[in-house]
């Protein structure tokens, strides 16, 4: 290959580069530190994080063969598809639990791989230290990336982002490798030369391990074979026959090229089917936008983009999705703006070839996200901008420098440029991460962007409600139906708001509406099922749970609550089998224990009672209610010292713990109790 587009490092510091990348890399890691170090203190956020990981039953099972196997062969609770992002979470709970924190490590860690291994690719890509730096650090710190590595359901981005970075430098590896030694025999007229295996080194096939691994953890990689392509045009520039020393055309050369992505193209191909069929659902929210409207929206959420990217302001979790009617004049700007950039770069690719490829990657990169084909219901979003705005960062920084290339103070200029806007980018990042630190401020930060955005008005309700302001939580609710009064989800959320605030009837109505809406909503049955068993109506709140268990058959809480009706109406044998069902999904509840070792009891079953109760006092010693049934069930078995023991700890229990209902039910109790059992206390 040639030197186009390499800038090697001045002899004077060729030998302390390598101290010079270590110089970089430990940089990049103390300012990716400095801006998301903080989230080390923050908790999930009520925006996915539940649905993904806190009360996902598989990830929540911890790290096991089982579940591996599960997540590799089925989609998760939303319909989606990226099993490796799935184990990670897994791998997470099974080392932090509920520590929010250790997941967050997770994603600084991974984002600060990503910004390394970009420095160290473009490096090797085109020899230009300086450039490599300054796009490494820009991408580290853009507030634009808060989104990814503050929210732990954005670990889809870091995770793929790691393997894609792993993949273009192993590939960069084997173009660069394979260049210098097969040299192109010129005497070949067919285009085996590059398709053929044996040339095919370790690298072509580590970058197709870590092309499918990305895969795994999200789909949007599935441009990287086309991005691959432009790498060969720039900087590896693999389609000059001069400059391999082949006479073949260009068109026989293309073609080559072309055959050595066929693998990777066969996973695209594979992932693109499995995401349309595990996504189907998704589909539904947009039926109703007809393709014009998808394309005009799709042009401006490009110059959005853009925007952002150049003037960070304003940004925001959620972006709600304009209304039917577009401003044309905004579509036309936009359209306008697209066209002329896409213009300027193709004239300009034979003097400057950086232009083209850092535009097509920005472009083509954004395609699987961009509103045409994707089938979320949101505008757009910040994360889809993780990959390919390195692009964009290619593009202005490499025709940057090639601009002031005559000036005569250009690195004193350029060097100054570059400490301001990574200055100004990591005050404005570190900002950004600050309205990440609870549920309130993010979602008040994001109506403060987009006051219209129904989801941030219920989500802020949530929160409030979390926290025991349930006017406030009202208040919001009524407002994201007023933007959308056909949201299952805001109804639904009223209808808890209203049932803490002792309005079971209003409570009932709004439950009612969510099913109507969204018939197959299981959140929204098996909260009506406790609004109807609170209200005195059991039976109807067990048809509830079973709707709901028809839905979501992992559904725990809804296995217990119904264990719980069957139990109190004498159906022990249906209750275990529901309580059973709770273990298998959480084997560490000690309630369900509790509850079984109850059912079992009742049917006489007391050894097996005994050994639930045990059992959960194993998984919660304080646990009172436990050791008194334990002690009773003791006291029938005939062994009194162990009971009486038990009935002693559950009354000191309870009056250490205030519940004063228990410690005065368990002094009635040993009034009449055997004379064996210890009296109860004077006081």
Same mark, same amino acid.
């Given at each position: 290959m040639t030197n186009q587009g390499r800038h090697p490092l001045p002899p004077q510091l060729k030998l302390h580069s390598r101290w010079l990348s270590l110089a970089v890399c430990l940089t990049l890691a103390l300012a990716v530190w400095i801006v998301f170090g903080r989230t080390l203190h923050y908790g999930f956020v009520n925006y996915d994080d539940d649905f993904y990981i806190y009360k996902n039953p598989i990830v929540t099972r911890g790290l096991n063969l089982h579940e591996i196997v599960w997540v590799l062969t089925h989609d998760n609770s939303l319909g989606e598809?990226?099993?490796?992002?799935?184990?990670?979470?897994? +791998?997470?709970?099974?080392?932090?639990?509920? /520590?929010a924190g250790g997941h967050h490590l997770t994603n600084i860690l991974l984002h600060t791989a990503t910004a390394i291994l970009l420095f160290v690719t473009l490096r090797?890509?085109?020899?230009?230290?300086?450039?490599?730096?300054?796009?490494?650090?820009?991408?580290?710190? =853009?507030?634009?990336?808060?989104?990814? *590595?503050?929210?732990v359901t954005g670990r889809k981005d870091?995770?793929?982002g790691l393997f894609f970075m792993l993949a273009l430098w192993t590939w960069t590896r084997y173009a660069q490798k394979q260049s210098r030694e097969i040299n192109l025999k010129p005497d070949t007229e067919s285009a085996s030369w590059v398709i053929d295996p044996r040339r095919w080194t370790p690298d072509y096939f580590l970058a197709l391990i870590f092309f499918g691994l990305g895969l795994l953890s999200k789909a949007m990689l599935v441009t990287l074979p086309f991005l691959l392509l432009l790498l060969d045009y720039w900087p590896l520039n693999r389609l000059s026959p001069s400059a391999s020393g082949t006479r073949r055309s260009r068109s026989q050369i293309w073609a080559g090229l072309i055959l050595e992505k066929v693998p990777f193209l066969l996973l695209s191909a594979a992932v693109c089917i499995i995401t349309v069929l595990t996504q189907? =659902?998704?589909?539904l929210a947009v039926q109703g936008l007809t393709l014009p409207w998808r394309v005009s929206n799709a042009l401006?959420?490009?110059?959005?983009?853009?925007? =952002?990217m150049i003037y960070p302001v304003g940004l925001a979790l959620v972006y709600a999705r304009p209304g039917m009617n577009l401003p044309l004049w905004n579509v036309s700007l936009s359209a306008l703006i697209l066209i002329g950039i896409s213009i300027g770069v193709i004239v300009g690719r034979r003097k400057h070839p950086y232009l083209l490829v850092g535009w097509l990657w920005y472009l083509g990169m954004l395609l699987p996200v961009i509103d045409i084909m994707q089938a979320g219901d949101q505008a757009r979003a910040d994360r889809y901008t993780y990959l390919p705005q390195i692009g964009l960062y290619v593009l202005l920084t490499w025709g940057v420098v090639e601009l002031c290339h005559s000036w005569r103070?250009?690195?004193?200029a350029l060097g100054f440029a570059a400490a301001v806007i990574l200055?100004?980018?990591?005050?404005? !990042?570190? *900002?950004?991460?600050?309205?990440?630190?609870? /549920?309130? +401020?993010?979602? /008040?930060?994001?109506?403060?962007?987009?006051?219209e955005c129904f989801l941030a008005h219920n989500n802020l309700g949530v929160a409030l409600a979390e926290q025991g302001k349930l006017d406030e939580a009202v208040q919001q609710y009524n407002q994201a139906l007023e933007l959308n009064p056909d949201s299952a989800y805001a109804h639904n959320n009223m209808g808890n708001a209203l049932v803490k605030q002792g309005k079971l009837p209003e409570a009932i109505e709004q439950f009612e509406w969510a099913l109507r809406l969204n018939p197959n909503y299981a959140e929204a049955c098996y909260d009506l099922g406790i609004a109807?068993?609170? !209200?005195?109506?059991?039976?109807?709140?067990?048809?509830?749970?079973?709707k709901a268990l028809l839905i979501k058959p992992d559904d725990a809480d809804a296995h217990h609550n119904l264990g719980i009706l069957l139990a109190d109406q004498g159906k022990p044998e249906d209750a275990i089998q529901h309580f059973e069902q709770v273990l298998l999904i959480k084997p560490d509840d000690a309630e369900a224990r509790y509850n079984l070792g109850g059912a079992l009891a009742r049917q006489g079953k007391l050894k097996e009672a005994i050994q639930n109760f045990e059992r959960a006092l194993q998984l919660r010693p304080d646990y009172a209610e436990v050791h008194f049934n334990l002690g009773i069930a003791l006291a029938s078995e005939g062994k009194v010292n162990e009971a009486a023991q038990h009935i002693q700890q559950a009354l000191n229990l309870a009056t250490e713990q205030g519940n004063t209902a228990l410690a005065d039910f368990i002094r009635n109790w040993l009034k009449s109790a055997p004379s064996s059992l210890p009296p109860p206390p004077k006081s």
């Amino acid at each position: 290959m040639t030197n186009q587009g390499r800038h090697p490092l001045p002899p004077q510091l060729k030998l302390h580069s390598r101290w010079l990348s270590l110089a970089v890399c430990l940089t990049l890691a103390l300012a990716v530190w400095i801006v998301f170090g903080r989230t080390l203190h923050y908790g999930f956020v009520n925006y996915d994080d539940d649905f993904y990981i806190y009360k996902n039953p598989i990830v929540t099972r911890g790290l096991n063969l089982h579940e591996i196997v599960w997540v590799l062969t089925h989609d998760n609770s939303l319909g989606e598809w990226f099993p490796l992002t799935d184990i990670s979470h897994m +791998s997470d709970w099974q080392l932090y639990g509920l /520590n929010a924190g250790g997941h967050h490590l997770t994603n600084i860690l991974l984002h600060t791989a990503t910004a390394i291994l970009l420095f160290v690719t473009l490096r090797k890509l085109t020899g230009a230290f300086g450039r490599a730096a300054f796009v490494a650090a820009v991408f580290a710190i =853009h507030p634009l990336r808060v989104e990814s *590595v503050a929210w732990v359901t954005g670990r889809k981005d870091v995770l793929s982002g790691l393997f894609f970075m792993l993949a273009l430098w192993t590939w960069t590896r084997y173009a660069q490798k394979q260049s210098r030694e097969i040299n192109l025999k010129p005497d070949t007229e067919s285009a085996s030369w590059v398709i053929d295996p044996r040339r095919w080194t370790p690298d072509y096939f580590l970058a197709l391990i870590f092309f499918g691994l990305g895969l795994l953890s999200k789909a949007m990689l599935v441009t990287l074979p086309f991005l691959l392509l432009l790498l060969d045009y720039w900087p590896l520039n693999r389609l000059s026959p001069s400059a391999s020393g082949t006479r073949r055309s260009r068109s026989q050369i293309w073609a080559g090229l072309i055959l050595e992505k066929v693998p990777f193209l066969l996973l695209s191909a594979a992932v693109c089917i499995i995401t349309v069929l595990t996504q189907k =659902h998704t589909f539904l929210a947009v039926q109703g936008l007809t393709l014009p409207w998808r394309v005009s929206n799709a042009l401006l959420a490009y110059t959005d983009y853009l925007r =952002h990217m150049i003037y960070p302001v304003g940004l925001a979790l959620v972006y709600a999705r304009p209304g039917m009617n577009l401003p044309l004049w905004n579509v036309s700007l936009s359209a306008l703006i697209l066209i002329g950039i896409s213009i300027g770069v193709i004239v300009g690719r034979r003097k400057h070839p950086y232009l083209l490829v850092g535009w097509l990657w920005y472009l083509g990169m954004l395609l699987p996200v961009i509103d045409i084909m994707q089938a979320g219901d949101q505008a757009r979003a910040d994360r889809y901008t993780y990959l390919p705005q390195i692009g964009l960062y290619v593009l202005l920084t490499w025709g940057v420098v090639e601009l002031c290339h005559s000036w005569r103070y250009r690195r004193i200029a350029l060097g100054f440029a570059a400490a301001v806007i990574l200055a100004g980018l990591l005050v404005d !990042a570190y *900002v950004q991460t600050g309205y990440w630190k609870d /549920n309130v +401020s993010l979602w /008040n930060r994001t109506l403060a962007c987009t006051p219209e955005c129904f989801l941030a008005h219920n989500n802020l309700g949530v929160a409030l409600a979390e926290q025991g302001k349930l006017d406030e939580a009202v208040q919001q609710y009524n407002q994201a139906l007023e933007l959308n009064p056909d949201s299952a989800y805001a109804h639904n959320n009223m209808g808890n708001a209203l049932v803490k605030q002792g309005k079971l009837p209003e409570a009932i109505e709004q439950f009612e509406w969510a099913l109507r809406l969204n018939p197959n909503y299981a959140e929204a049955c098996y909260d009506l099922g406790i609004a109807l068993a609170d !209200a005195g109506k059991p039976d109807e709140a067990i048809r509830y749970y079973e709707k709901a268990l028809l839905i979501k058959p992992d559904d725990a809480d809804a296995h217990h609550n119904l264990g719980i009706l069957l139990a109190d109406q004498g159906k022990p044998e249906d209750a275990i089998q529901h309580f059973e069902q709770v273990l298998l999904i959480k084997p560490d509840d000690a309630e369900a224990r509790y509850n079984l070792g109850g059912a079992l009891a009742r049917q006489g079953k007391l050894k097996e009672a005994i050994q639930n109760f045990e059992r959960a006092l194993q998984l919660r010693p304080d646990y009172a209610e436990v050791h008194f049934n334990l002690g009773i069930a003791l006291a029938s078995e005939g062994k009194v010292n162990e009971a009486a023991q038990h009935i002693q700890q559950a009354l000191n229990l309870a009056t250490e713990q205030g519940n004063t209902a228990l410690a005065d039910f368990i002094r009635n109790w040993l009034k009449s109790a055997p004379s064996s059992l210890p009296p109860p206390p004077k006081s």
